[in-house]
Nanobody, 126 residues
Framework: QVQLVESGGGLVQSGGSLRLSCAAS????????MGWFRQAPGKEREFVAA????????YYADSVKGRFTISRDNAKNTVYLQMNSLKPEDTAVYYC???????????????????WGQGTQVTVSS
C-alpha cells in the first residue's frame, strides 16, 4: 500500500507560480515512478507530468511543457510540481499518483497508476 497526500494548491493570478508537493508513505518510495494529473470540472482526468524512480527522467504533456517542472526527493519521500506562468486554463484539481510498474514509467493513462492522492485545488484567476 502507498498513501499519497498533496499540498500546495491555492488561488493565484495569471502568470503566477505555485509549487505542489506530494508526500508518500508505505512502500519504498524510490522504487516506483510518479505522475501528476489534473481534472477540471466537467472534464476527464488529464496527464500533466511523470518522473521515473530515480528522478533522472521526466515527461510532460505538451500543454505544460516549458512551464511546469516535476522533481522528486527520495530522501524525503516527496514529489513536486513547480508550476510557472500559470494560465486560467490550468485551473483544476491536481492529483499525484504512483506507478508501481504495471506500465511504462511515463504512462499518460490514469488507469495505469496504482495509488492516488486526494487532490489539491489550483485556481488561476485572469
Amino acid at each position: 500500500q502507498v498513501q499519497l497526500v498533496e499540498s500546495g494548491g491555492g488561488l493565484v493570478q495569471s502568470g503566477g507560480s505555485l509549487r505542489l508537493s506530494c508526500a508518500a508513505s508505505g512502500r519504498t518510495f524510490s522504487r516506483y515512478a510518479m505522475g501528476w494529473f489534473r481534472q477540471a470540472p466537467g472534464k476527464e482526468r488529464e496527464f500533466v507530468a511523470a518522473i521515473d524512480w530515480s528522478g533522472g527522467s521526466t515527461y510532460y504533456a505538451d500543454s505544460v511543457k516549458g512551464r511546469f517542472t516535476i522533481s522528486r526527493d527520495n530522501a524525503k519521500n516527496t514529489v513536486y510540481l513547480q508550476m510557472n506562468s500559470l494560465k486560467p486554463e490550468d485551473t483544476a484539481v491536481y492529483y499525484c499518483a504512483a506507478n508501481m510498474g504495471r506500465a511504462i514509467w511515463y504512462s499518460p493513462r490514469p488507469y495505469e497508476y496504482d495509488y492516488w492522492g486526494q487532490g489539491t485545488q489550483v485556481t488561476v484567476s485572469s
